[in-house]
């Protein structure tokens, strides 16, 4: 694994915004770079990245299936009460989901460190599946990269399959699509989602999450129209709707959701000391442990981290070295848990993340994020990768 | 050559070989910059007042409670929802001997826009006009005139008194009738905003 400085190509920005990534570049500072890359081999994305994300994530679906039978471990991850049946029940039912990304420490030599899971919400997915690869392609016509160089990068690819598949099994094949209003860069995301549904042969309207309604009587949420909402993709995190006004109506009504009620499980942090209580010792986890009343003040090499939090928000870290690093945010009314601290690799002063993508449940593709700081945020930057 | 552009690197290919966007893009952005639909404006909530009765126009406007242009409408419409039938024997029967006419020029031109064709209708004596105000869901309010006919028939016997009297039961009738539509309107109405209701206090979902 390295980082290469490259020319950038020629007019991308211009292009980007014919793509429609209108977020390359946020409040004035630059979200995707495209002046270095970060090279694998294929070794490295096989054996390192590809295979232990499919390891990992039969370990979380065996660890869902032990949270839904189980009311003591619901609890322990502070799941409300009132969705314990709706998430039971659409995993028993087998309700299939559509994708998710686990973030991993990986410098190039020995085990990839898994940091933490986005299994409910993820984003940086159309940057991922859609113009990481137009810019491979791009980059190689330009001369910038060798004629031999490859991408790990079938996001998009499975994205269309996943979708066909959830379409053969909703109403009318139709799929609502919805985030939170005044989010440019989610709903951008979710617009790709919809174009991704309709290559896959769906009718892929957008509502605000805002505007989904109740109607007395009705047997599903409503659309702005009153007409039912058969199936609807959120982009808006299970812990919150559980929480919203409307929580308490969910488990009564029949909207199926993408993601799946039973996402909630693996999209909490709480999900990573129960990795380690049951497969201790395995090469891509950490140490992680519930943080207790009686926890002591956080020791050095130890991380921090809400259950629910995003983007990098309210996590705190001391290095080996007694350094500290933290982050501030909104997240500050759930449990905690602390996971050991592993370095991520450093690049000049940049810090390298690896977002690997599962869409079904099959891995299927990387992205690259950097900061100057040891904790991803929301402002990290997406850098391309090649495989050389 | 180089050695690379024999080696055949398709069967381990780790990316898919061709994308495209459907509706992302130059053509579709101006459908994310649209924003948001409007909401519904609904009628949560209707009062009347009290309605005047005037035997014509010119007595309507000398009341100076409305202008000529609204006694002329509210006139039109009254005459406009006045019942009309094809024989004088049809509307008698309804009606009550002796109640029934056919219109002047003036009137069928006014409730037709024509001043042709042969119809009978119960004899006008005058109309009632009220004012009616309307609360919305998003909060705005109209005020509206409505109006009502005052007609001769079997029971006011062609008395003034007893005709606007019997059309002010008609007009109290027909406002309970709205305002209890309006409350099941209100009562059917979808509740909105359920969801995402914190998230102006914490920007974003994605992760």
């Known amino acids: 694994m390295l980082r290469i400085d490259i020319p950038e190509r020629n007019e991308w920005k211009a292009l980007a915004h014919e793509l429609g990534f209108n977020f390359h570049t946020i409040d ?48 322990r991850l502070a799941l409300p009460e009132h969705m314990w049946d709706s998430i039971h029940n659409s995993w028993k039912s087998g309700q299939p ?42 980059a190689i016509a330009q001369g910038i990269l060798p004629r ?10 499975r994205l269309i399959n996943a979708m066909a598949h959830l379409g053969d099994r909703i109403d009318a094949r139709t799929l609502y699509f919805s985030c939170i209003k005044d989010n440019a860069e989610e709903r951008a995301t979710v617009h790709y989602l919809q174009d991704v549904a309709v290559q896959a042969g769906l009718k892929a309207p957008f509502i605000y999450m805002e505007d989904i309604g109740l109607h007395p009587g009705a047997e599903y949420f409503v659309d702005l129209n009153n007409q039912p909402i058969h199936a609807l993709f959120k982009l808006y995190p299970w812990e919150e709707m559980a929480d919203d006004d409307f929580g308490e109506v969910i488990p009564q009504l029949n909207t199926h959701w993408f993601e799946p009620p039973w996402k909630a499980v693996l999209s909490n942090k709480g999900i990573l000391p129960l990795l380690w209580e049951h497969f201790e010792g395995h090469p891509n986890l950490l140490p992680a442990f519930f943080e207790t009343a009686s926890s002591p003040p956080l020791p050095a090499g130890w991380v921090r981290k809400p259950f629910f939090s995003r983007e990098g928000n309210n996590i705190e870290l001391i290095t080996p070295a007694g350094q500290r690093e933290a982050v501030d945010g909104p997240y500050t009314d759930s449990p905690w848990i602390r996971q050991a601290y592993h370095p991520m690799p450093r690049f000049g002063n940049n810090h390298a993340l690896i977002g690997s993508w ?9 992205g690259i994020r950097e900061d100057v700081g040891r904790i991803t945020k929301d402002s990290s930057c997406f850098v391309p990768h090649a495989i050389v | 050559m180089s050695k690379h552009d024999h080696t055949p690197h398709l069967p381990r290919r780790k990316r898919s070989g061709r994308l495209t966007l459907a509706m992302m893009g130059a053509s579709a952005f101006g459908l994310t910059a649209c ?12 009062e009347f007042d009290e309605p005047r009765s005037f035997q014509s126009v010119e007595d309507c406007v000398a009341e100076n409670v409305y202008t000529r242009s609204a006694c002329e409408d509210a006139y039109k419409a009254s005459l406009e929802s006045v019942p009309r039938y094809s024989t004088l024997e049809e509307c008698e029967a309804e009606n009550g001997e002796g109640s029934c006419t056919a219109p002047t020029e003036e009137q069928s031109q006014a409730a037709t826009g024509s001043t042709g064709g042969s119809w009978f209708m119960p004899a006008m004596m005058g109309y009632m006009v009220g004012s009616m105000m309307s609360n919305t869901n998003r909060g705005r309010s109209f005020e509206r005139v409505y109006q009502e006919p005052v007609y001769r028939n079997r029971q006011n016997q062609g008395n003034w008194n007893t005709a606007s009297n019997q059309a002010t039961q008609r007009v109290s009738q027909r406002n309970d009738a709205m305002r209890s539509s309006v409350a099941q309107n209100r009562q059917a109405a979808s509740q909105r905003r359920g969801f995402g209701s914190r998230s102006s206090a914490r920007g974003g979902w994605g992760s």
């Open chain 1, 28 to 75: 004035g500072e630059p979200y995707w770079k495209e002046d270095a890359y970060y090279q694998f081999t294929l070794e490295q994305v096989e054996r390192d990245i590809e295979a232990p994300t499919e390891e990992v994530h039969e370990m979380c679906m065996e660890l869902v299936d032990k949270v839904c039978h189980s009311n003591a471990l619901m609890q």
């Open chain 1, 97 to 138: 989901h559509l994708y998710g990304r686990m973030d991993f420490a990986y410098s190039g030599d020995g085990p990839a460190k898994l940091l933490e899971l986005n299994y409910d919400t993820p984003t940086s997915l159309y940057e991922a599946g859609f113009f990481q690869w137009v810019w491979l392609e791009q």
């Open chain 1, 148 to 157: 031999h160089a490859d991408q790990y990068n079938s996001i998009q690819e």
């Open chain 1, 358 to 366: 599962v869409v079904g449940d099959r891995a299927c593709g990387m």
């Open chain 2, 35 to 46: 924003g948001q639909p409007p909401q519904e404006e609904q009628i949560t909530e209707i």
